[in-house]
């Protein structure tokens, strides 16, 4: 009996270090695209206010770093975020740098208005944190 009884105690040990594993991995790269989520918002406002204050230039500097950033970024958010999701973020994007490099500043602040909304759509229902599930 004790030999079984090893076993048993064996598999659940392992089958709880790996449930263990998979969740804190899991974790990990939902905390890691909420702070995405977090960086591409500021980062779209802060554009939004260059836009306003007319520093077109300015503004399309930070539209080139939201692109890297998103670049970087992105390919984590396809482990378990919608891929829809991910390609309308990407249109967004890409609209929104060809509005402000053909000087097209209404048409780019109306998609950045919706990429910031897709943005809040991610953060508070796609990413499954605890505070979320509720």
């Known amino acids: ?4 009884k090893s076993i048993t105690f064996r598999f ?3 089958v709880s270090i ?7 991995l899991s974790l990990w790269i939902q905390i890691r695209t909420y702070q995405d989520v977090e960086k ?3 980062s779209l406002k802060e554009m939004h206010t260059l836009v306003t204050a007319e520093e077109y230039e300015k503004s399309l500097e930070v539209y080139y770093d939201i692109r890297d950033l998103w670049d970087s970024h992105k390919d984590r958010w396809y482990y378990y975020l919608n891929h ?3 390609k309308e973020t990407d249109l967004c994007i890409v609209r929104i740098g060809a509005y402000l490099e053909n ?8 998609e950045e208005a919706a990429l910031l909304q897709l943005l809040h759509e991610v ?4 990413i499954p944190l605890p505070h979320n599930m509720v």
């Open 12 to 14: 659940v040990l392992t």
């Open 84 to 86: 829809t999701v991910i």
């Open 18 to 24: 790996i449930f263990a594993v998979v969740f804190i």
């Open 103 to 110: 000087e097209q500043y209404g048409d780019a602040m109306a």
């Open 1 to 4: 009996m004790k030999h079984k």
């Open 123 to 126: 953060k508070n229902r796609d």
């Open 40 to 42: 591409l918002s500021e």
